[in-house]
């Protein structure tokens, strides 16, 4: 069986149903760049056997996904490492090259930089080329090829490192920076422990986590570090990178190195510092690292940027859930901290779960889940089942094959990561550092806690449960807040006596387990509640802090399909809170 909805899900084409025949939708690759957003301008076929074909009216784009034969693929990467050029050319025009930019004949020598040849795609000839040796751990993982009119190509299928990642020093400073040049002039300034990404900074908002891949390499090295100071170049894109590297190591460890500006000319790095201002300068903008952001007291202009990128619509977004409905009342923006509630056995885990797979499909989000209370393989199962749209055991329904088990397991293997402790109960502190080496190492942007009761919960003596879980919600949203990732916790609601007519009443954010802080605090609350009568599922947002942007507080109905094991959104269900079918 294939799964149409998630072939094309994963083109980002989303259909109102996925029935054999002609279909017509928005199109992902240009609409919304278009002054008519809303023009269904690309045509999907959906053919008998699952497979579907799309093109597009306005900008001609066109493909096809699904069929009995549809699998996604999992990257495999392999690693090509180049062999060492014995008797490198260092010509003295090589020097000279570097001498005009403030760089000694040391510095040159002790990053082992040499002149070559290489061919180049951009020029589709051999051209004369300085080459930067990526070397780590002893061995050569890269080599970065550079013109004098700034052509760069690196070898075929390189191991991601940072340039100088053997400067990466336990309990040291670390300087991040965009080329290989400028951390060869933090090093004639003094400065031992500097890296650069071997593909510099972004021009425009990626989709792809290739740029941060080395990361993932060295998150180890990089949780131990003292400080990050990230020097970036003084540009948008520089800004860009400066943001994510924040982002994934921490906003509170980070501190932005700025370069000086002359008059009305800014120095755009760290080279152009060494070249214009001299060693001492450049050692002064590292000392004048500012935190990231300044802690505690702020003025407005702090704050300028942020307020800049929100009026032009590029602040941080509310993100659908991949419920079209579920968005009406509620969306999320990383860095909140949002709380789910519901009577055990009503479905919330399921709905989150669900949301994950959705998220992953639609934006390649990548969530870190601790679940104890179901499993790991359990809830891995519970995954596949969402993924696959297929039951894992057998039943009234067909269940999924092997390989379809196994097709779940790669896609899930790139965007689900799982939390948690074998041989004892984890604390608060334990799940957030884990989930920090999850942010570094694979981008993760969701952490969920499920449930809160299986957080280690020990207290001192004088600390009430009230006071201990405000300290832990504070430090759930420090965390989302300097990772800039959206913290999910699930609480279970205290034991409420049933209705006159033996239903379960509907629980709310100040009916939780422990404090009223939950509802206090959090940035978003959910309430899941299933009416097993009539066989709905309710999902109820009771408070949303950023209106109307990440919705209204209200509630929608749901629909479980036991045939998919999904859960389905009635469209035009939503309700506002307080009215005769909000709750």
Avoid at 2 to 25: M, P, V
Avoid at 251 to 279: S, W, Y
Avoid at 371 to 388: F, K, M, Q, R, Y
Wanted: charged share 30%.
């Amino acid at each position: 069986m294939t799964d149409t909805s998630a072939a094309l899900a994963e083109h980002g084409i989303r259909l109102r149903d996925h029935k054999t025949g002609n279909h017509k939708t928005t199109c992902p690759n240009c609409s919304s760049t278009r002054r008519k957003k809303t023009d269904q301008c690309l045509s999907v076929t959906i053919e008998n056997d699952g497979r579907a074909v799309w093109n597009c009216h306005h900008c001609g784009w066109s493909g096809g996904a699904g069929g009995e034969g549809y699998r996604p693929i999992r990257e495999r990467r392999t690693y090509r490492k180049p062999e060492r050029v014995e008797n490198p050319q260092r010509p003295d025009t090589l020097y000279g090259w570097f001498t005009k930019r403030a760089i000694t004949q040391a510095v040159v020598d002790q990053f082992g930089i040499y002149k070559t040849r290489k061919w180049f795609p951009q020029t589709n000839a051999e051209e004369d080329c300085l080459a930067f040796p990526y070397d780590w751990q002893g061995e050569l993982r890269n080599v970065k090829y550079r013109t004098v009119s700034k052509l760069f190509r690196q070898e075929k299928e390189p191991e991601p490192v940072f340039f100088n990642a053997d400067s990466i020093a336990e309990g040291e400073d670390l300087i991040i920076c965009e080329g290989e040049v400028d951390v060869m002039s933090f090093a004639v300034a003094g400065f031992q422990h500097v890296v650069s990404l071997p593909n510099g900074a972004p021009s425009k908002e990626e989709a792809s986590d290739k740029r941060y891949e080395p990361f993932g390499t060295h998150w180890e090295d990089l949780l131990k570090v003292r400080r990050i100071l990230i020097a970036s170049d003084m540009d948008e894109p520089g800004e860009m990178l400066a943001q994510e590297i924040a982002r994934r190591v921490g906003r509170d460890r980070c501190f932005r190195v700025r370069m000086p500006a002359g008059g009305d000319v800014q120095c755009k790095d760290a080279n152009e510092c060494l070249t214009d201002h001299g060693i001492e300068v450049l050692r002064e903008c590292v000392a004048q690292a500012e935190p990231w952001p300044i802690d505690g007291l702020h003025d407005v202009e702090d704050f300028a940027v942020d307020v800049m990128d929100l009026y032009h619509g590029r602040g941080p977004r509310p993100l659908s859930t991949g419920f079209s409905e579920l968005d009406k009342a509620f969306k999320y923006i990383p860095g909140q901290f949002i709380a789910v509630t519901g009577i055990p056995n009503h479905g919330k885990s399921r709905v989150i779960d669900q949301i994950a797979v959705q998220t992953a499909r639609l934006r390649n989000e990548k969530w870190a889940m601790f679940s104890p209370e179901t499993g790991e393989a359990n809830h891995v199962a519970d995954l596949c089942e969402i993924w696959a749209g297929q039951p894992f055991y057998d039943g009234p329904n067909q269940r999924m094959t092997e390989a379809d088990l196994s097709s779940a397991m790669l896609w899930l293997n790139e965007r689900i990561f799982l939390l948690g402790a074998v041989e004892h109960t984890p604390s608060i502190d334990w799940l957030l550092e884990r989930a920090r080496a999850a942010v570094i190492r694979y981008g993760v942007t969701n952490i969920v806690i499920d449930p809160y009761n299986e957080v280690e919960a020990s207290r001192p003596e004088k600390l009430t449960e009230t006071e201990f879980v405000s300290q832990l919600i504070s430090k759930c949203k420090r965390f989302a807040k300097h990772h800039g990732c959206a913290v999910w916790m699930v609480i279970h609601p205290t034991k409420m006596k049933t209705t006159e007519d033996g239903k379960d009443p509907v629980p709310g954010l100040y009916d939780l387990a422990g404090s009223a802080h939950w509802r206090n605090k959090a940035d978003a609350g959910l309430v899941v509640y299933r009416d097993y009568e009539n066989e709905t599922t309710f999902v109820i947002s009771k408070k949303i802090r950023r209106q109307p942007i990440c919705g209204r507080p209200g509630s929608v109905k749901f629909e479980f399909i036991g045939a998919d094991r999904r859960f389905r959104d009635y469209p035009d269900s939503y309700a506002t809170l307080g009215s005769k079918d909000g709750q």
